[in-house]
């Protein structure tokens, strides 16, 4: 059985919010989009905080590495901002893209941060120089999102060609190329466990890879349309989906059956547009942001 309800609705954005990161401080949780600065919201009294920083263009992306105190903002320029929280400004403004920049992942082992670009390139950049290591292609088009295995050694691209490309971690060599999708791949997660990618593209379907020899396991046809978020809960078997459907639906880990639809429909007071993003927060609490300007915040019991 599981029971779901809405903690908080958290309004304040002007325009459409593409992303959501939580960052090293407990309780404190970031947004960006199409407005023009980066919010910072507490979990704790469900309010907004302040705005960060203001930026240039639209934000695709925001990360917050766990070994190192900064938010990385990512925009639509090519621009990567980096906000150190000791010195309580932006330290460093990255240029090296020329298109948009949509994802940012960091490789704690190695201390290096990966972009990934609409050029169909990923830069590599060392994590505390903020220098730039390595340029390498993955695509001909836009390299849309990546997942970093636990074990941190392979790491996987989704492209707007329908592909997903698997390199190893050590020397940024190609491992596989997967196919299967029909439509641009927009969400990749692995699982906690490392056994298992799961891959949801524009096409709406959610596939499920096995890491070992990365053969195609299971094709479940999840949503209506594209699926922009895959985000497994941090200590049960379930992971949930987010699309631009306007719904979130919840999965089991053993089967990948559906448990739960968080939808309209369904008498949730559910987001009214696309949602883009959902992360799950230190109390276990689902996050997620959408196109209708929102926040919102669900407590799912299990």
Known sequence: MIEIKLQATLSGHQNPIFTAENSQKKGILFTAGNDRGIVEWSLKTMAFIKVMFPVRSSVYALHCPKSEPVLLSAERSGQVNVFNFIEQKITHVLNFHKLPVFDIKSVTSKGELLFSSEDGSVSVWDLKSM??????????????????????????????????????????????????????????????????????????????????????????????????????????????????????????????DLKKTLSSEKGYDMHRLSVNKIVWDSENRLISVGDDKLVKVWDIQF
């Not at 292609?137 to 392979?154: A, K, L």
């Not at 491992?175 to 692995?190: N, R």
């Not at 499920?208 to 200590?235: E, R």
Request: charged residues 20%; contains cysteine; glycine residues 6%.
């Open 131 to 256: 220098q730039m290591l390595y340029r390498f292609q993955v695509s001909s088009t836009t390299v849309r999102t990546i997942t970093i295995s636990p074990d941190e050694t392979t790491v996987a691209f989704g492209c707007k060609d329908n592909i997903i490309r698997i390199y190893n971690l050590g020397d940024y060599s190609l491992i596989a190329e997967l196919g299967e999708h029909v439509m641009p791949v927009t969400a990749l997660q692995y699982s906690p466990d490392g056994r298992r990618l799961l891959s949801g593209g524009r096409d709406a379907q959610l596939k499920i890879w096995d890491t070992t020899d990365y053969a195609l396991l299971k094709n479940v046809p999840a949503h209506l349309f594209t699926i922009y978020s895959i985000a497994y809960h941090p200590g049960l078997p379930f992971f949930a989906t987010a699309s631009r459907d306007k719904t979130i639906k919840i999965w089991d880990t053993e089967n990948y």
